[in-house]
């Protein structure tokens, strides 16, 4: 274990600029020499000798020594084994990939493949890890896929790449990962002559490396990269908001405040906040940017017009042919706003294909914040002049931004509930026509019977008019009669089979005036069979004038077709003279009617009388429990109420109300 621990010690040592030498282990008591013989003397200590290998491959490509640091991985690998489930075989793919990348640069021949082959091996690896846990491997395959687009030539996926592992490790917190993707980056960028967007991501790498604690590292990059200047900030680069809130005027203050403050639709909130923006900003079009799980999106795009602003909403990538891709990326990385005076003059961000290419001037990319999350990116930019974004205008678009993001995270959080207030009104739909459906079932010999009926009834009075018909001579009244008949019959099955059909189908509730009655009606056609089969009595107290109710047809026939089977289940063990059932409807104040489903069987306990209306319970010994529940969410949703009560001298009575329609 001491070994571990001095290992471990020397890397430390090392990063910080506490060795003789940047990337050797070598510190009072240690020397590698000698602990690589003793490693090698005692095969008993595999996992130590693993340990020291893969941190002297970190310590060697860190300081740069990258053929030290291949022969180091070399020498880690076959002992691997002994570390399966440890943090070390991370450590080996990761600086074992970026060690043979960069001795790949300066091979030849046959070494060349074989570092690349190496490198793929490392990244597939990785790769396979990332795809089960992103968090915290994403941004180390990102890193060595960059690595592998730089060596084939792939400019734009390297690109991605890069920006990928720098942003992914900056999310997770792996400010060391984060610093090596900053370096590969800035290294990449300078290779290809593009020393403003190198010197950016070397910064931040410097600054990473420093927040690590590798101060040896940072010495190192000032030396190699004397373009990046002394520890600090671009400040001539980016501004800060100089001056204060309370010296701007007042009207402007509420001006500003009012444009965002409590707008919850969200499109309304992205088009008063571009509008905003552009208005005090002096810019001359300007981009709204919102985080898309791990991509960004424009959301909006604004432009000055020959008379106002126009707002134009839309949902594309964020490319060079939209903004400065470098300036956006830093401040997305930093979270801090970049506003540019010039920036085609000599700036961090000049050589930025877009800013070339439209000749930008004064550009601004400003972060909407809430607390430290960042919920999106304000950029706007004026072509035309520089210095166009002052210190006021710029106190304006940070009060803009504060209050865009309160407003942004309560119209996500508005659009979130209404997304969820329409799923759980498509189950109930869905639970409802399930629950018709099932309904249905039940009553299936009984619907059979009462089909049977007028089709048997038809049948005869058919028959009979040919008698009639073939009597010499014919009686054509008695024919009349039986054809008559045939017809009554006919319509009375067409109602029933069209009582069926509503109660199947699946179609979304349909608000209008309902004639209650009519509708009740209707309904005790599709359950006479079940009273007759269990000998239950039905009378029907149904008030005259009755105006309509504002409901859906099929819902509230469901209503009642439900409480009225559930009526004649609960009288089956009542003996047979008390099954007694009585539907009422009448006209209550408030403008409001009145149905009661009331039974004679052994009623509702005090205590179920609000639990058997829960979703899901049930006092039946094969129910579901979902029968009452949806004919209360029914009642509910058309302004209504259903509950029930004790009938004496036994019973229950369910009673429900419904808005008069008028």
């Known amino acids: 274990m001491n070994g571990v621990l001095n290992t471990q010690l020397g ?10 030498t940047f990337g050797r282990l070598d510190h009072d008591g240690y020397d590698e020499r000698d602990t690589e013989l003793h490693l090698a003397s005692n095969r008993n200590l595999g996992f130590v000798e693993c340990f020291y290998w893969v941190r002297k491959l ?4 860190l300081a740069g020594d990258h053929s030290s640091a291949v022969d180091a991985a070399m020498n880690a690998q076959p002992l691997l084994w002994n570390t399966p489930s440890n943090f070390e075989t991370v450590e080996f793919h990761l600086y074992g990939a970026l060690a043979h990348a960069a001795a790949h640069d300066v091979a030849s021949g046959d070494q060349r493949r074989q570092h690349f082959e190496a490198l793929v091996g490392h990244h597939q690896q990785l790769e396979a890890w990332a795809q089960h846990n992103p968090v915290t491997f994403e941004n180390c395959a990102a890193i060595v896929g960059a690595e592998i687009a730089r060596i084939e030539g792939r400019v734009l996926d390297a690109q991605d790449l890069y920006e990928k592992a ?3 490790a900056h999310t997770q917190g792996f400010v060391h990962n984060e610093a090596i993707a900053n370096e590969r980056a800035g290294c990449f960028y300078a290779a290809r002559g593009v020393e403003k967007i190198a010197a950016t991501y070397l910064r931040d790498a410097r600054y990473c490396y420093r927040r690590w604690g590798a101060d040896a590292k940072v010495r190192q990059l000032e030396q190699l990269y004397p373009q990046i200047g002394a520890e600090g900030s671009i400040a001539a680069a980016t501004g800060t908001i100089q001056t204060p809130v309370e010296h701007l005027d007042l009207a402007t203050v509420i001006k500003v405040s009012e444009a965002v403050s409590g707008e919850i639709v969200f499109e309304r909130l992205i088009d008063a906040l571009m509008r905003a923006a552009i208005e005090h900003a002096g810019a001359e079009r300007g981009l709204l ?21 126009k707002v134009e909403l839309r949902q594309t990538d964020v490319t060079a042919a939209h903004l400065p891709v470098s300036v956006f990326r830093y401040a997305t990385r930093t979270r801090e706003s970049v506003l540019l005076h010039d920036a085609s003059g000599q700036s961090s961000f000049s050589d930025d294909e877009y800013v070339r290419e439209h000749h930008a001037r004064s550009v601004l990319c400003l972060p909407i914040l809430k607390q430290t999350r960042l919920l999106g990116m304000l950029y706007l930019e004026n072509n035309l002049a520089r210095h166009v974004f002052t210190p006021s205008r710029m106190a304006v678009l940070k009060l803009l931004a504060s209050g865009a993001a309160i407003s942004m995270e309560n119209a996500r959080l508005y659009r979130d509930l209404a997304e969820r207030e329409d799923a759980l009104r498509a189950l109930q739909t869905d639970l409802a026509h399930a629950n018709r459906l099932a309904t249905m079932g039940q009553l299936t010999a009984s619907i059979s019977h009462e089909i049977n009926q007028p089709i048997g009834a038809t049948r005869n009075n058919a028959h009979a008019a040919l008698r009639f018909l073939a009597e010499d001579p014919p009686d054509l009244a008695e024919v009349r009669e039986a054809i008559e008949c045939v017809v009554k019959e006919t319509y009375r099955a ?16 349909r608000m209008e005036g309902v004639g209650l009655n009519e509708a009740i009606e209707e309904v005790t056609l599709l359950v006479r069979g079940e009273l007759l089969k269990h000998q239950v009595s039905l009378q029907m107290r149904l008030a005259d004038g009755l105006s309509p109710v504002h409901a859906d047809r099929v819902q509230l026939q469901q209503v009642m077709l439900n409480l009225i089977l559930n009526a004649i289940e609960a009288m089956i063990g009542v003996g047979d003279n008390a099954r007694e059932l009585v539907i009422s409807t009448q006209s209550i104040p408030e403008g409001k009617l009145l149905v009661t489903v009331q039974d004679s069987g052994p009623g509702v306990a005090p205590e179920n009388r609000e639990r058997i209306f829960r979703s899901f319970y049930t006092t039946k010994a094969g129910g579901v429990g979902i029968g009452l529940s949806i004919c209360r969410s029914i009642v509910d949703g058309h302004s209504g109420q259903l509950w029930v009560d004790a009938h004496q001298p036994r019973g229950a009575v369910f009673s429900f109300t419904l808005p008069a329609h008028h």
């Not at 890397?11 to 003789?20: H, V």
């Not at 970190?58 to 490509?61: D, K, S």
């Open 11 to 20: 890397l430390t040592r090392t990063l910080r600029g506490l060795t003789a």
């Open 58 to 61: 970190q310590a060697r490509f």
């Open 166 to 168: 720098v942003r992914s």
């Open 289 to 309: 940017i919102l985080p898309r799980g791990d991509e960004y999106r424009i959301e909006a795009e604004a432009t000055i017009g020959s008379s106002d602003v």
């Open 494 to 509: 067409g109602e029933i089979l069209g009582g069926i059909r509503d109660q199947v189908k699946k179609v979304p509730p």
